[in-house]
T-cell receptor, first 110, second 113 residues
Framework: DQQVKQNSPSLSVQEGRISILNCDYT??????FLWYKKYPAEGPTFLIS?????DKNEDGRFTVFLNKSAKHLSLHIVPSQPGDSAVYFC?????????FGAGTTVTVRA | NAGVTQTPKFQVLKTGQSMTLQCAQD?????MSWYRQDPGMGLRLIHY???????DQGEVPNGYNVSRSTTEDFPLRLLSAAPSQTSVYFC????????????FGPGTRLTVT
């Protein structure tokens, strides 16, 4: 059973608007959460992370929010750019192992 | 600095054949891992290693073998390929098991017929 879930397989957003990607997890022992970005025919690349002791982390256009009581995190991309079109994976770390969600494909329209 | 390299990029096997997927990193990372990516499933951990000589199982280890004789290399062996092992395989490394930023290789696309 997947411990990290991304329930939206795809998201389409207009250039310049906000992209919001959501992720839910079930294991309360996870202590670190990450977002990875993946282009076709390439490996995933690290985007942003957040520790379980924080509720927000910001890096340029990317902000990750963590709601521990709801076991939910989200990634905000503002403003969205064409180069942001990719698959985004949510991941959670616990006991030396990363657990990934199924991914959300983001398409940024001009 | 090449980062994480994987060979081959593509491979077609017949059921029952064996092969080794190669992974190497030149960043002196202690932690290395193998994942498989299947549609709708995300990436699932197969095996990982926290240092030379130490390996452990991940979420989906059956049918795969690993060893870690050097810090740089972490090969993944398929003992007797099955169609269910058709997937894209990614190797990753990081400075330690508690380092959350893992660096991924470009992947190997494997088809088992």
């Amino acid at each position: 059973d997947q411990q990290v879930k991304q329930n939206s397989p795809s998201l389409s957003v207009q250039e310049g608007r906000i992209s919001i990607l959501n992720c839910d997890y079930t294991n309360s022992m996870f202590d670190y959460f990450l977002w990875y970005k993946k282009y076709p025919a390439e490996g995933p690349t690290f985007l942003i992370s957040i520790s379980s002791i924080k509720d927000k982390n910001e890096d340029g256009r990317f902000t990750v929010f963590l709601n521990k009581s709801a076991k939910h995190l989200s990634l905000h991309i503002v403003p969205s750019q064409p180069g942001d079109s990719a698959v985004y994976f949510c991941a959670a770390m616990g006991d030396y192992k990363l657990s990934f969600g199924a991914g959300t494909t983001v398409t940024v329209r001009a | 600095n090449a980062g994480v390299t994987q060979t081959p990029k593509f491979q077609v096997l017949k059921t029952g054949q064996s092969m080794t997927l190669q992974c190497a990193q030149d960043m002196n990372h202690e932690y290395m891992s193998w994942y498989r990516q299947d549609p709708g499933m995300g990436l699932r951990l197969i095996h990982y290693s926290v240092g030379a000589g130490i390996t452990d199982q991940g979420e989906v280890p059956n049918g795969y073998n690993v060893s870690r004789s050097t810090t740089e290399d972490f090969p993944l062996r398929l003992l007797s390929a099955a169609p269910s092992q058709t997937s894209v395989y990614f190797c990753a490394s990081s400075t330690s098991g508690n380092s959350y930023e893992q660096y991924f290789g470009p992947g190997t696309r494997l088809t088992v017929t």
